[in-house]
């Protein structure tokens, strides 16, 4: 049977642990040569490895989005390679301090911003002519639920996802009528990552959902036609 991927390039930010990860098996079994980007190597070899393993394909790529120039020479190496990219997944993030907005460290939150904010923007500028060549380039990006609905403590963190899906919203709108390009967000709702644990120390989370779940809502969203701008959250 065909893998309904098969002949796909998908990139994924974020790629060498839970939902990243999870997501690039996820593309890399539905057929799609996988580019996995983190800042880890380590991280990253592991997941190709899995990858292969289940007999798919990807291509590792260690880099600090939140570097100087780091974006611009992974798009023009892309570039160099294929001639499009059909999915592009944006995940990475950071979560910072959970603090009160009076009390959040400048040089913290600028660092937030950065990534979480600045990189992503500069992602979608750099992969949009890439993009832009695939007959159903499908950008995806994995946002939270304190972007949309503002919880104390999480302030720094919340602004940031909200700034993002302003940003993909927008880029969406402009695409609409111009290209292929279809944009969606993803909000994972309570899931067993690195992150959640760190948020909240003492929850059990055997009880959430596994980064798998969400994966496979991110291959949906690869696989079928949608409207820009839909948005999801992920049930358990």
Do not use: C
């Not at 999870?22 to 996995?36: N, P």
């Not at 160099?80 to 910072?96: E, F, T």
């Amino acid at each position: 049977m065909t893998k309904p991927l098969s002949g796909k390039t998908a990139l994924v930010t974020g790629a060498s642990r839970g939902i990243g990860a999870a997501t690039a098996e996820a593309l890399g079994a539905a057929g799609a040569h996988v580019i996995l980007v983190a800042r880890t190597a380590g991280g990253l070899e592991e997941v190709e490895e899995r990858i292969h393993k289940a007999g798919g394909s990807a291509t590792i790529a260690p880099v600090d989005l939140a570097e100087n120039d780091s974006i611009a020479r992974l798009a023009e190496a892309i570039a160099g390679r294929w001639s499009s990219l059909d999915i592009l997944v944006l995940n990475a993030a950071m979560l910072g301090t959970l603090a009160p907005v009076a009390a959040i460290d400048a040089k913290e939150f600028a660092k937030l911003l950065t990534l979480n904010l600045m990189a992503q923007q500069q992602m979608i500028a750099a992969f949009d002519p890439l993009l832009r060549a695939s007959e159903a380039g499908r950008l995806i990006g994995v946002t939270s639920s304190v972007g949309a609905a503002p919880r104390a403590y999480w302030g720094a963190y919340g602004a940031s996802k909200a700034a993002l899906d302003t940003l993909l919203i927008a880029y969406g709108q402009e695409n609409a009528n111009i290209s292929p390009v279809r944009v969606a967000i993803v909000d994972p709702g309570a899931t067993a990552t690195a992150m959640r644990r760190k948020a909240f120390p003492g929850e059990d989370q055997s009880t959430l959902k596994s980064p798998e779940t969400v994966a496979n809502a991110i291959l949906t969203l690869a696989t079928e036609g949608y409207e820009t701008g839909k948005r999801i959250r992920v049930e358990a």
